[in-house]
C-alpha cells in the first residue's frame, strides 16, 4: 500500500534528496494521517461515549491530538521547503525539526492530560460496556495505526526526516495503547473488576514517556548534534581518496534542516608543489561532492611541509604521554621559528592554557631557544 501511494503521488523513480520530493513525501504521510486519524477519532468517540469507556474516549482524544500533529508536520514540510532567501541564506530546513519538536510536545501533553482524566476515573469508578462494536472498533484501530506506522517509518527513513519517524513512534504506542484499552475493557467485562482508569494511567505513563524521548530526538538537531560517525568517516574517506591529498581536519557539518547539510574541512597537501593544481583538486572535491549528496562543501588548504615529517612524528609522540587526546598537525619549522596547530579535544582534561604551556615546553626540547607560535584547535569534529 504505502509502494502504491508512493508511485501514484511521487513518481516510479523518487529522488529523495530533491527537496520537492521531500517535500511531496512529507504531504503524502501527514494528509493520509490526518484522514486516518479524523476517522479513527469519530469511531472511538462514538462508541466510548456509548459503552461509557474513559478510556476509549481518551484514546479518541489521542487520535484528534494526532491529527493535530499530522497538521504541524504538514505545515513544518510546506515551510521547511520554502527556497532560501537574503535573510535565511541557508534555506528553512530546519522548520522539519521544529515540527517534530512540536509533534513531541504534544504527544507529551497528551500523555499527561491522559494520566490526569484516568485518575479521576480511578477514583469516582463508573460502569463501562463491553461490546462487540468496542472490539470490532478498537480492533480496526490496531490495524490502520500499524499501517499508518509503516508509512511513517518508510518514508521517513527514505527522505531522513526525524518528523516523520517521530509520527511513526506515536503510531506504534498508539497500537500498543488501544491493544491496553482492549486488554482491560475484555478483562472488566469477564471478571467484573473495573480495570478502565487503571488503563488509562497505563497507557498516558506510556505516551509521556515516548513523548519525553520524541522530545530528546527532535532537540539533538537543533540544538547542534554531531552527526553519525559513519557518515563522518565516509566523507573522511572521500577527501583522502584525491591525488595528492595528504590528510584532513577541523572537518565540521553544519545541519540547517535535512536536505540542507554544509561541510567544510582543512585539506593538508604539500606546499611545494603547484598551488593552482592543489587549488583545482580541491574544487574537483567540493563539485563531486556536491554532485553526489547534494550538500554543499567548502575546503580549506593547507600547505603541509613535507619535509617535516620526522619532526611532527616526534612532536606528536610526546604529545601523548602529556595527554593521549592531545596532537598536532601543520607543523612548519623555520630556521628562526617554528608553529603548528595544536589539537586539544572538549573531553581533554587540561584547560587551553595548559594544554599550550606544555606544548610549548615540549616544543622547547627539540627546538631550545627557538620562538613558537602555536594554535589551540578544538578539532570541531562534526559540529554544527
Request: charged share 20%; hydrophobic share 45%; proline share 3%.
Amino acid at each position: 500500500m504505502t509502494n502504491l501511494l508512493v508511485r501514484i503521488f511521487i513518481g516510479e523513480t523518487a529522488d529523495w534528496s530533491d527537496p520537492a520530493q521531500r517535500t511531496r513525501a512529507g504531504f503524502l504521510a501527514s494528509v493520509a494521517c490526518i484522514a486516518c486519524n479524523v476517522l479513527l477519532c469519530a469511531s472511538k468517540a462514538a462508541v466510548g461515549f456509548l459503552s461509557g469507556s474513559v478510556s476509549i474516549v481518551a484514546d479518541a482524544v489521542n487520535n484528534l491530538s494526532d491529527a493535530s500533529s499530522n497538521i504541524v508536520s504538514l505545515i513544518g514540510f510546506k515551510l521547511a521547503g520554502k527556497p532560501a532567501d537574503a535573510d535565511h541564506p541557508f534555506g528553512h530546513g530546519r522548520f522539519e525539526y521544529l515540527a517534530g519538536l512540536a509533534v513531541a510536545v504534544i504527544v507529551c501533553a497528551l500523555g499527561i492530560n491522559l494520566v490526569v482524566e484516568s485518575a479521576g476515573k480511578v477514583l469516582r469508578p463508573e460502569p463501562t460496556e463491553f461490546s462487540a462494536a468496542v472490539v470490532a472498533v478498537l480492533l480496526a484501530s490496531m490495524a490502520v495505526k500499524l499501517w499508518m506506522m509503516s508509512l511513517n517509518r518508510t518514508l521517513g527513513e527514505r527522505i531522513e526526516s526525524e518528523t516523520l519517524l517521530a509520527t511513526a513512534t506515536d503510531s506504534r504506542n498508539d497500537v500498543v495503547t488501544t491493544g491496553v484499552v482492549l486488554a482491560c475493557a475484555a478483562l472488566s467485562a469477564f471478571t467484573g473488576v473495573d480495570l478502565d482508569g487503571w488503563a488509562g494511567i497505563a497507557v498516558g505513563v506510556f505516551i509521556t514517556v515516548s513523548g519525553i524521548g520524541l522530545v530528546s530526538d527532535t532537540v539533538g538537531p537543533l540544538i547542534g548534534r554531531a552527526p553519525d560517525d559513519a557518515y563522518v568517516e565516509s566523507i573522511r574517506e572521500e577527501i583522502l581518496s584525491y591525488p595528492g591529498v595528504l590528510g584532513t581536519h577541523d572537518l565540521m557539518v553544519h545541519d540547517y534542516g535535512p536536505g540542507h547539510a554544509f561541510v567544510s574541512a582543512h585539506v593538508q597537501m604539500d606546499g611545494h608543489a603547484d598551488a593552482f593544481k592543489n587549488h583545482e583538486v580541491l574544487d574537483s572535491i567540493e563539485r563531486d561532492f556536491k554532485k553526489r549528496t547534494g550538500a554543499s562543501m567548502t575546503l580549506h588548504y593547507d600547505p603541509v611541509d613535507t619535509t617535516a615529517g620526522d619532526d611532527l612524528a616526534w612532536l606528536n609522540r610526546q604529545l601523548a604521554k602529556v595527554d593521549s587526546l592531545l596532537s598536532a598537525h601543520d607543523l612548519r619549522v623555520e630556521k628562526d621559528f617554528l608553529t603548528f596547530d595544536l589539537v586539544k579535544p572538549d573531553e581533554c582534561g587540561l584547560t587551553d592554557d595548559e594544554a599550550l604551556g606544555r606544548a610549548m615546553a615540549t616544543a622547547a626540547e627539540r627546538w631550545p631557544g627557538r620562538p613558537a607560535s602555536v594554535t589551540v584547535d578544538h578539532g570541531f569534529l562534526a559540529r554544527g
